[in-house]
């Protein structure tokens, strides 16, 4: 805790945003934390103390004590791309010599057990001032509290703040009852423990979480040199895991939710966090109002410094917590906080000022973060690429065509008289199509890929409608005649380069048909174009993609759309008939527009197939701009499961 805008010891600055936009869920249940975009859940409820506000000199009542419940067990998925660690700063008006209320922190550390399922919580931190004067009376009814934690088998960490030990010491201070009741002795057999420096008030903590370990490290008020080398050898002993570095103060906030270093914090960055890549996020409190800021280590990676604390706020902040829901499929941190205690109707539902501090959402305290994760961590874990799986592997029963782009000089030109084996057996070879003003150099070798490609290398196709190429299958391919009567499943891995222009590129096609519906026998009523392709995998001008076919089973057209997508990426995309009704599926993800009608098989009459051209009205109207990759033809239904990007 501050006081003092400039003392390191004592003085307030001022508030900014507070709580997250909760509040209860009807009479039996309370609205608990969640993700950002996510709808509000039912939990059980907090005790309520009869709608009389429970005074800060109180300690738990025995109907609190009753209804504390059952703590559960802890059970992450640790191999879930998404997981939470709970934040819990300054806690130290609830332990105020004998002005000592349990309850507050006690809800929030219910509430992060019971709820740990809801969010996948792993880990939570505590950032230090657990208490107002460090006496041992205060310390032992905090670390009664943290016994639910401990029940639970829970994994979590604390540290020393300046209320908690004689301010003015370093971290070799020796004995005190901090250390009597947080030191090693509570941790050794903790989940997650890793070790404490030798002077105790330094600790280091693990977990696991998307399937890889994560190092906490809880730093004292004042870490000495020698704690520094402490830490130092443990992120030594473990130089692939990402960290999150917690300490009582290192930023200060300023009026517009900013931060910057105080000067014991510039020095802790100079000193070790700056040449440390591992750290990615530092977390403390000490000051109000909340803030954050983001700096650049000497690798040139950013860590992101935060500052929470909510001491200044009502009932000294009621054992606020801030989760932190880690999301490594979106490359974001969505950033809550609230207060369980309130939530719960633990001041009962009468208190107006309770009430208030339920609705402030300020966009310090309600924040999405975004960490290109494979990016930021590339310095000491990087990613090895998948390796390339043989086509042989890829042969799934069914396989009716294989193609794949690798084993070329990155950025070769094709000759006209290239041919792309047919990786099957089947002999539905590729070649280069005639095409009158088709600029040499329009079709390219390249290495580039899907990262989830079995082959290493794809096809570039430049030049797009004036002067672009496009492949073919050669005029006696067995596909030429397969009308896919058993069901069907069409693959492709494809990029759409940042330079795809709506006006110039839009309806053009990934694979098509050579022949029109109309020379199909289709199209002959009014659901359908005679001149379009009677089957096309095309992009739109919002890039949405377009299977656009005529089954044999019907006289009209039959469409599956996708959604826009987002330009300089890679894509898969695969569509399935079961002989009934077709999906398609974007990077293994089935899309909306999926249309119910029953069809049944494609119509075709012998012609090619065309890859990156697209025909209308008998002649090549289109030519795909961007990269192809492998595509492969099954006759039959796949499940997700089977697909190449699996």
């Given at each position: 805790?501050?006081?003092?805008?400039?003392?390191?010891?004592?003085?307030?600055?001022?508030?900014?945003?507070?709580?997250?936009?909760?509040?209860?869920?009807?009479?039996?249940?309370?609205?608990?934390?969640?993700?950002?975009?996510?709808?509000?859940?039912?939990?059980?409820?907090?005790?309520?103390?009869?709608?009389?506000?429970?005074?800060?000199?109180?300690?738990?009542?025995?109907?609190?004590?009753?209804?504390?419940?059952?703590?559960?067990?802890?059970?992450?998925?640790?191999?879930?791309?998404?997981?939470?660690?709970?934040?819990?700063?300054?806690?130290?008006?609830?332990?105020?010599?004998?002005?000592?209320?349990?309850?507050?922190?006690?809800?929030?550390?219910?509430?992060?057990?019971?709820?740990?399922?809801?969010?996948?919580?792993?880990?939570?931190?505590?950032?230090?001032?657990l208490t107002q004067n460090g006496a041992a009376s205060e310390m032992t009814a905090a670390g009664a509290v943290f016994d639910v934690l401990d029940r639970a088998h829970a994994p979590y960490s604390v540290l020393a703040g300046?209320?908690?030990?004689?301010?003015?010491?370093?971290?070799?201070?020796?004995?005190?009852?901090?250390?009597?009741?947080?030191?090693?002795?509570?941790?050794?057999?903790?989940?997650?423990?890793?070790?404490?420096?030798?002077?105790?008030?330094?600790?280091?903590?693990?977990?696991?979480?998307?399937?890889?370990?994560?190092?906490?490290?809880?730093?004292?008020?004042?870490?000495?040199?020698?704690?520094?080398?402490?830490?130092?050898?443990?992120?030594?002993?473990?130089?692939?895991?990402?960290?999150?570095?917690?300490?009582?103060?290192?930023?200060?906030?300023?009026?517009?939710?900013?931060?910057?270093?105080?000067?014991?914090?510039?020095?802790?960055?100079?000193?070790?966090?700056?040449?440390?890549?591992?750290?990615?996020?530092?977390?403390?409190?000490?000051?109000?109002?909340?803030?954050?800021?983001?700096?650049?280590?000497?690798?040139?990676?950013?860590?992101?410094?935060?500052?929470?604390?909510?001491?200044?706020?009502?009932?000294?902040?009621?054992?606020?917590?801030?989760?932190?829901?880690?999301?490594?499929?979106?490359?974001?941190?969505?950033?809550?906080?609230?207060?369980?205690?309130?939530?719960?109707?633990?001041?009962?539902?009468?208190?107006?000022?309770?009430?208030?501090?339920?609705?402030?959402?300020?966009?310090?305290?309600?924040?999405?973060?975004?960490?290109?994760?494979?990016?930021?961590?590339?310095?000491?874990?990087?990613?090895?690429?998948?390796?390339?799986?043989?086509?042989?592997?890829?042969?799934?029963?069914?396989?009716?065509?294989?193609?794949?782009?690798?084993?070329?000089?990155?950025?070769?030109?094709?000759?006209?008289?290239?041919?792309?084996?047919?990786?099957?057996?089947?002999?539905?070879?590729?070649?280069?199509?005639?095409?009158?003003?088709?600029?040499?150099?329009?079709?390219?070798?390249?290495?580039?890929?899907?990262?989830?490609?079995?082959?290493?290398?794809?096809?570039?196709?430049?030049?797009?409608?004036?002067?672009?190429?496009?492949?073919?299958?050669?005029?006696?391919?067995?596909?030429?005649?397969?009308?896919?009567?058993?069901?069907?499943?069409?693959?492709?891995?494809?990029?759409?380069?940042?330079?795809?222009?709506?006006?110039?590129?839009?309806?053009?096609?990934?694979?098509?048909?050579?022949?029109?519906?109309?020379?199909?026998?289709?199209?002959?009523?009014?659901?359908?174009?005679?001149?379009?392709?009677?089957?096309?995998?095309?992009?739109?001008?919002?890039?949405?993609?377009?299977?656009?076919?005529?089954?044999?089973?019907?006289?009209?057209?039959?469409?599956?759309?996708?959604?826009?997508?987002?330009?300089?990426?890679?894509?898969?995309?695969?569509?399935?008939?079961?002989?009934?009704?077709?999906?398609?599926?974007?990077?293994?993800?089935?899309?909306?527009?999926?249309?119910?009608?029953?069809?049944?098989?494609?119509?075709?009459?012998?012609?090619?197939?065309?890859?990156?051209?697209?025909?209308?009205?008998?002649?090549?109207?289109?030519?795909?701009?961007?990269?192809?990759?492998?595509?492969?033809?099954?006759?039959?239904?796949?499940?997700?499961?089977?697909?190449?990007?699996?």
């Amino acid at each position: 805790m501050k006081n003092s805008p400039r003392d390191p010891e004592h003085t307030p600055l001022s508030r900014r945003g507070f709580l997250v936009g909760s509040g209860l869920v009807g009479a039996a249940g309370l609205a608990g934390a969640s993700a950002l975009q996510s709808a509000p859940a039912v939990a059980a409820p907090l005790p309520s103390t009869a709608g009389a506000a429970v005074p800060l000199t109180a300690t738990a009542t025995s109907t609190q004590t009753a209804a504390r419940g059952k703590s559960g067990r802890w059970k992450p998925d640790t191999t879930s791309p998404r997981f939470t660690v709970a934040v819990m700063p300054d806690t130290q008006y609830m332990f105020d010599g004998a002005a000592v209320d349990e309850a507050p922190m006690r809800a929030s550390l219910e509430y992060v057990v019971r709820e740990q399922a809801r969010h996948n919580t792993v880990f939570l931190v505590h950032l230090g001032d657990l208490t107002q004067n460090g006496a041992a009376s205060e310390m032992t009814a905090a670390g009664a509290v943290f016994d639910v934690l401990d029940r639970a088998h829970a994994p979590y960490s604390v540290l020393a703040g300046n209320h908690d030990i004689d301010s003015s010491t370093t971290d070799q201070r020796g004995p005190t009852p901090y250390l009597d009741v947080f030191g090693p002795k509570r941790f050794r057999r903790a989940p997650g423990w890793i070790g404490s420096s030798p002077d105790g008030y330094n600790s280091a903590h693990r977990f696991t979480a998307a399937g890889r370990e994560w190092i906490v490290l809880a730093l004292d008020w004042r870490t000495s040199a020698s704690g520094l080398a402490w830490a130092s050898s443990v992120l030594a002993a473990r130089p692939h895991s990402p960290v999150i570095l917690t300490t009582h103060t290192l930023v200060d906030s300023d009026p517009n939710g900013g931060a910057a270093f105080d000067a014991y914090g510039q020095q802790l960055w100079d000193d070790f966090i700056a040449d440390h890549d591992q750290v990615f996020l530092t977390l403390n409190g000490h000051y109000w109002g909340p803030g954050r800021t983001t700096k650049q280590n000497a690798a040139g990676h950013d860590v992101a410094l935060h500052l929470t604390n909510y001491q200044n706020r009502y009932y000294g902040g009621a054992a606020m917590i801030r989760l932190y829901h880690v999301d490594l499929e979106r490359n974001v941190i969505d950033v809550e906080t609230l207060s369980p205690f309130l939530l719960g109707g633990g001041l009962g539902a009468s208190n107006e000022l309770a009430a208030q501090e339920l609705t402030l959402s300020g966009d310090v305290d309600r924040f999405t973060m975004e960490v290109d994760f494979d990016a930021r961590f590339a310095g000491f874990a990087p990613i090895a690429p998948r390796p390339s799986r043989p086509a042989a592997r890829m042969l799934v029963p069914g396989t009716l065509a294989y193609w794949r782009f690798e084993g070329h000089s990155d950025g070769a030109a094709l000759a006209s008289s290239t041919r792309v084996r047919d990786q099957s057996g089947h002999g539905n070879h590729l070649e280069v199509a005639p095409r009158a003003g088709a600029v040499a150099g329009a079709l390219r070798w390249s290495t580039d890929h899907h990262p989830d490609q079995p082959g290493a290398g794809s096809l570039a196709l430049q030049g797009g409608k004036p002067a672009g190429q496009h492949l073919r299958t050669v005029n006696a391919a067995p596909i030429n005649t397969q009308r896919f009567t058993g069901g069907y499943t069409v693959e492709a891995f494809f990029f759409l380069p940042t330079t795809f222009d709506p006006s110039a590129n839009g309806f053009s096609a990934l694979l098509s048909q050579f022949s029109s519906a109309g020379q199909a026998g289709k199209a002959r009523g009014a659901g359908g174009d005679p001149d379009e392709p009677a089957v096309t995998l095309s992009l739109s001008g919002d890039r949405e993609l377009q299977w656009c076919v005529y089954p044999a089973s019907q006289d009209g057209s039959l469409t599956n759309w996708g959604h826009e997508l987002p330009l300089g990426k890679w894509w898969h995309v695969a569509v399935v008939n079961d002989r009934s009704h077709t999906v398609m599926y974007v990077d293994g993800c089935p899309v909306v527009r999926n249309p119910s009608t029953r069809n049944r098989g494609l119509s075709t009459i012998g012609k090619p197939w065309l890859l990156g051209g697209y025909r209308y009205g008998g002649v090549l109207d289109q030519v795909f701009v961007g990269s192809i990759g492998d595509v492969r033809i099954v006759g039959r239904a796949l499940e997700p499961g089977e697909f190449m990007i699996a």
